[in-house]
């Protein structure tokens, strides 16, 4: 009689804490991040606005040129751990709702009146259009589908180069309007790119660049159809960690005002959790992160995902007056 009042007492207090154990987690239904030297976890966002983030078509866009691997000389890279941070990127997009992951491959080509702030250390020595596909086919053995961003912060670019980038598998490529002396040049890489079926084409500008300039450029050359994505730039290319350009961002409201929900309007330097709200407000949905969403290091997928959330915690919980962006506008 006494083991079966024992059995009982034990299967009961099991149950009770099983429930206990469900009932905690329905309630705290909420992401989480650690609290700096505690194993206890604090709520940061909901998920209920990630999924508001996601039905809104808000997107944060990890910039692998902030990585510590690419510091180093061509021939000491270790293009197997660039991969590596690269997935891991797209992994903790998607651990924390994300439903399609965004990567942004930045490529400068040295010193030119893109480069503001040349830094020498990242070069298209380091960011071949082949370490892409490396990228790519590494996410297709986890079954990751994500959006492949590639900027490129070099004059002149060719058809040849771009020609590569496609091929190795990216969704985007932009031009920088500061690129090309001759803008027809410029207009027929933007079809060129178009023209390929597997890629669209996006223009970038500096903080500098009058935005009606850009507005008079793609009207004029019958542009709206030909570019999907306008990325302001909201740091002079360069160097990271640069100090966030706020008050470049009636550019990007203009844009918005302009051309609608059918492009994507991408802010780039600066993102952080203290300055995405702002970009947010004007009318951004695609948010390049680089040194704050890696981190100093970019090591393990836990500081990476605290470092994600710290910046989807920076959006409004409320956004008046933004436009849907579905997929198929992507």
């Known amino acids: 009689m006494r083991r079966y009042l024992l059995f009982t007492l034990i299967v009961g207090v099991v149950f009770s804490f099983i429930l206990l154990h469900f009932s905690f987690a329905a309630q705290n239904n909420s992401l989480r991040v650690p609290v700096q030297g505690s194993s206890v976890s604090k709520r940061i966002i909901s998920e209920e606005q990630i999924d508001e983030i996601n039905r809104l078509g808000l997107h944060i866009d990890p910039s692998i040129l902030a990585l510590k691997e690419l510091k180093k000389e061509p021939l000491q890279i270790d293009h197997e751990k660039v991969v590596e941070k690269a997935i891991c990127a797209l992994e903790v997009q998607i651990a924390n709702g994300v439903k399609v992951p965004w990567l942004h491959y930045d490529i400068i080509g040295g010193s030119s009146s893109i480069v503001k ?45 771009i020609g590569e980038y496609i091929s190795e598998g990216a969704d985007y490529i932009t031009l920088h309007y500061e690129g090309y002396i001759d803008k027809n040049a410029l207009k027929d890489r933007i079809l060129f790119i ?137």
């Open 117 to 161: 702030s040349p830094n020498p250390e990242i070069t298209m020595d380091k960011l071949k259009p082949k370490l892409l596909g490396e990228i790519k086919a590494a996410a297709r053995k986890k079954n990751i589908d994500f959006y492949a961003d590639v900027h490129l912060m070099v004059e002149e670019v060719d058809e040849g180069l």
């Open 194 to 330: 178009n023209d390929s079926d597997k890629c669209k084409a996006g223009l970038a500008f500096n903080p500098d660049i009058d935005i009606e300039t850009i507005i008079d450029f793609v009207s004029k050359n019958e542009l709206r159809n030909h570019i999907y994505l306008f990325l302001q730039m909201t740091v002079y290319p360069g160097e990271g960690a640069q100090k966030f350009m706020k008050e470049v961002l009636p550019n990007i409201t203009k844009l918005k005002n302009k051309f609608g929900s059918s492009v994507l309007l991408q802010v780039d330097g600066g993102i952080n959790g203290d300055t995405i709200g702002e970009a947010v407000k004007a009318g951004a949905n695609l948010f390049v992160s680089g040194s704050s969403f890696f981190g100093k290091e970019g090591q393990a997928f836990s500081e990476v995902e605290s470092n994600l959330i710290n910046i989807f915690s920076g959006i409004p919980s409320s956004i008046p007056n933004i436009s849907v962006l579905s997929r198929d506008n992507m």
